[in-house]
Antibody
């Protein structure tokens, strides 16, 4: 059974750096074709794709946020980490991680439950 | 990358069929077969309903179907049920190797 779980601070202050961890099980990011993406959803708003990391360590970022995002993986711990710099209240959202299998690069087939992050002083 | 365009809301009565459109560009929806649809109930994580334009993951009802023509993809739900009431999002792979979502459509079952 494939599961993903997001973790991180519930509250960050403006200008701070946000670090989120996605811990997964049921698959390995050392397996060819496996990828993990991060997605966020501000309260009452639409989903927004943020970043993806592949089994071979290729990384892809949202064009609008790429200067603020860094995605990395620790294969031995089955974890993917997303950092976002210079946090602002507009970054308040639920952050999700999800698995992608590269045979269908547009399909996030298993999602975590999400972690809510509030940006406020 | 601009968001894909979806109607803000659609509605239908139980047993009816509804279709949700998702319009992109020749750099995303029109360029690839990698369009997906997600269902999201309030307070829950999204659930993959359709991938690669028209494929259903195991366990998804065959009442859900997808199609694409040019730069517009569509999700059709037939035999509407009360449990189908949710938000629906389309997404597409893009020429930049990124993903883009639609703005979401709220489905109301009357």
């Amino acid at each position: 059974q494939v599961t993903l779980r997001e973790s991180g601070p519930a509250l960050v202050k403006p200008t701070q750096i946000l670090t989120l961890t996605c811990t997964f099980s049921g698959f390995s990011l050392s397996t060819s074709g496996m990828c993990v993406s991060w997605i966020r959803q501000p309260p009452g708003k639409a989903l927004e794709w943020l970043a993806r990391i592949d089994w071979d360590d290729d990384k892809y970022y949202s064009t609008s946020l790429k200067t603020r995002l860094t995605i990395s993986k620790d294969t031995s711990k089955n974890q993917v980490v997303l950092t976002m710099t210079n946090m602002d209240p507009v970054d308040t959202a639920t952050y999700y991680c999800a698995r992608i299998q590269l045979a269908s690069p547009g399909a996030m087939d298993v999602w975590g439950k999400g972690t809510t992050v509030t940006v406020s002083s | 990358q601009s968001a894909l365009t979806q109607p803000a809301s659609v509605s239908g009565s139980p047993g009816q069929s509804i279709t949700i459109s998702c319009t992109g560009t020749s750099s995303d929806v029109g360029a690839y077969k990698y369009v997906s649809w997600y269902q999201q109930h309030p307070g829950k994580a999204p659930k993959l309903m359709i991938y690669d334009v028209s494929n259903r993951p195991s366990g998804v009802s065959n009442r859900f179907s997808g199609s694409k023509s040019g730069n517009t993809a569509s999700l059709t739900i037939s035999g509407l049920q009360a449990e189908d009431e949710a938000d629906y999002y389309c997404s597409s792979y893009t020429s930049s190797s990124t993903l883009v979502f639609g703005g979401g459509t709220k489905l109301t079952v009357l």
